[in-house]
Nanobody
Framework: QVQLVECGGGLAQAGGSLRLSCAAS????????MGWFRQAPGKEREFVAA????????SYTDSVKGRFTISRDNAKNTVYLQMNSLKPEDTAVYYC?????????????????WGSGTQVTVSS
């Protein structure tokens, strides 16, 4: 079992930055691919970014490329999402997810564990 706890959400102005963190406990964190997803009110949960367990490969949804950066520190069992140049459309609850695999994927059904989410609100 893996427990995931997100933090770092909050209120930001358009053009501003936030850094989300996700702390993992339980099974060996370094053997999990990690992802970030988000869900806006009335919308489906969508993929944002993912990173392999060795941090050798990352993937981003097109709308955040060049603005968001996913990274991880296996020694601290933590994955991060640095969000720059925020836009009002980035407003959502952001979820951390773990996948017991070496391969990253954008499909939420392929992630085994989820955090409870952290709210990000971007004002215009």
């Amino acid at each position: 079992q893996v427990q995931l706890v997100e933090c770092g959400g909050g209120l930001a102005q358009a053009g501003g930055s936030l850094r989300l963190s996700c702390a993992a406990s339980g099974r060996t964190f370094s053997r999990f691919a990690m992802g970030w997803f988000r869900q806006a009110p009335g919308k489906e949960r969508e993929f944002v970014a993912a990173i392999t367990w060795g941090a050798g490969s990352t993937s981003y949804t097109d709308s955040v490329k060049g603005r968001f950066t996913i990274s991880r520190d296996n020694a601290k069992n933590t994955v991060y999402l640095q969000m720059n140049s925020l836009k009002p459309e980035d407003t959502a609850v952001y979820y951390c997810a773990a996948r017991a695999s070496a391969v990253i994927t954008t499909a939420k059904r392929n992630y085994n564990y989820w955090g409870s989410g952290t709210q990000v609100t971007v004002s215009s």
